[in-house]
């Protein structure tokens, strides 16, 4: 063998090896997530089940109000969040592209600034105090302004890379003809741009389902807590958990945000849209 | 950014931003300000001073910064260096480091060894921080723990990491949870370089550290810092290890966004005290923002 075939027979080994160990890293801490649900005896072992059941599925499925957290707060709490980020995003990235209002500069740089300085546990402390003021703790709409707020800067970054990448060629003919600015957004615009609306609302989607903080802030009654609180439950009041359930109900919880990755994934290809450029 | 002319006038423009605008003013300008006023009295959920706080001067930020105390567990100082630590180990060192080495070892290569690990470490990024919190709880247990059983296969001992190592648990943790952000952006930014440099280079023999240190490197400069700049950011920002540990034991991994919850959040609900940490916290945050604000309009310029 020439010694240029052996460095690349060499460098393939490498790579090889090197992937081995980071997909090692990156998928053990997940195996319990996939074992333990399907075994009835689970304990915090991955343990490949001797008789695969879906016995604790069954058991979580009994637990109304750990359902009610998952199948009916989880997507209230993320279709408001998604309908709100994806429909204010898309209006102030396209009045953004399309106009020239005065001072728009200074706003984007406002967005970027501020979107990173007011976040996390730092900025609940006012926010708590102010939708206390609005009457709107322990309520979806509380939760659901709050976390639009947040989401809104980054949201719009990623629209207006779509808008600024559409043709204005067909906007400007339809106002020739004479239509209404409403109306060249709504009949001409809108159609164009629908993949970044898509890819906006399924970010803000996940956002929105996977949330701890803001719901366990502003939120009081079980009635209303998403699944990311509502996995508390299967503790007892020993703060022992109940892993056989616990795990099963994470599996449930997780299985949406994989799918939307795969769509996503798979029509658009998973990568940075908007927001961080060099 | 070149200046496209406008289709409509402005007056529609600031139709189409007004929503925006009134979230943006309600939900991030509104608290910022808001936050500076609280810290300056003694707010706090229950009892006399909740309907009618006191100004109380510089009283909280003199007891965050007492000397005789500050440092000690459980005390702003010592969250401030439990986080200092947390950003390096976790942000600094675990992503940026293994997502470099990711996108490097991958640079202008296809194929299925990429598409499982991007897969892999992307998974780690996106899946709910409740549970990616409970299957680290599973994978770090003393006991059961897929983690010591490798080590103990491997003969390297079992420690109780929850208990004995907990910050180096929540640095794993998060090195874990994160690295995608940063081997997405160095593998996008690798895409960039031209391949006729790296070709070039080795036709006259370069060694991949070569490589990386004549041509990646510098040609990645501004990549990097964008990406240190943001991770600490974030990391400095972030609740997902309170899931982990609960910021304990004995507080030893009570990150400065846990010690604000603790404040603010829980037992006495201490909002005025809770305002003057969130204070130091919005100041750091925007000091790092302006330093990527900064640097990206230096590169923009240039």
Known sequence: MNSFLMRSWLARALLFAFSVIIAAFFVTPLLWLITAPFNTQANLAVTIPSNPSLANFEAVYNNKFAMRALFQNNLIIGGGVMVLVAGVATMA?????????????????????????????????????????????????????????????????????????????????????????????????????????????????????????????????????????????????????????????????????????????????????????? | MERKHAIFPARVGIIFLTPALLFVVVFLLYPFVRVFLLSFTNQTLLGTTAPNPEFVGLDNYQRLFDPDRWMRLGEFGSALKITAQFVVGSALIGQAGMGMLIAWAFYRKRGVLREVVFTLVILAWIIPETVVAFTWVAFLDWEFGTLNSVLDTIGVGRPDWLFDRPLQSIILFNSWRGTAFSMLLFSGALETIPPSYVETAEVVGATAWQKFRDIFFPLLRGHILTDLILITLWTFNVFTPFLLTGGGPAKRTEVVSIYTYRTAFMGRHEFGKGSSIAVVMMLINLALALIYLASIRRRRAT
């Open chain 1, 93 to 278: 990235s396209y009045g953004l592209s399309r106009t020239h209002v005065p001072g728009r500069d200074v706003l984007v740089y406002v967005l970027i600034l501020f979107s990173s300085v007011v976040s996390g546990t730092a900025a609940m402390v006012p926010i708590f105090l102010l939708v206390f003021r609005l009457g709107l703790i322990d309520t979806y709409a509380g939760v659901i302004l709050v976390m639009t707020g947040g989401l809104l800067p980054s949201a719009i970054f990623i629209m207006r890379d779509f808008i600024d990448s559409i043709p204005r060629s067909y906007e400007e003919a339809a106002l020739v003809c004479g239509a209404s600015s409403l109306r060249v957004f709504r009949d001409v615009a809108l159609p164009m741009v629908r993949p970044g609306v898509v890819v906006v609302a399924i970010w803000a989607f996940v956002n929105a389902w996977g949330a701890f903080l803001i719901p366990s802030v502003l939120l009081r009654s079980p009635d209303r807590m998403p699944a990311s609180i509502a996995s508390y439950s299967f503790y007892t009041e020993a703060g022992t958990p109940n892993l056989t359930l616990l795990s099963a109900y994470a599996f449930l919880y997780t299985i949406p945000v994989l799918v939307l990755y795969l769509i996503v994934n798979w029509r658009f290809g998973f990568r940075f849209f908007g927001g961080i450029k060099s």
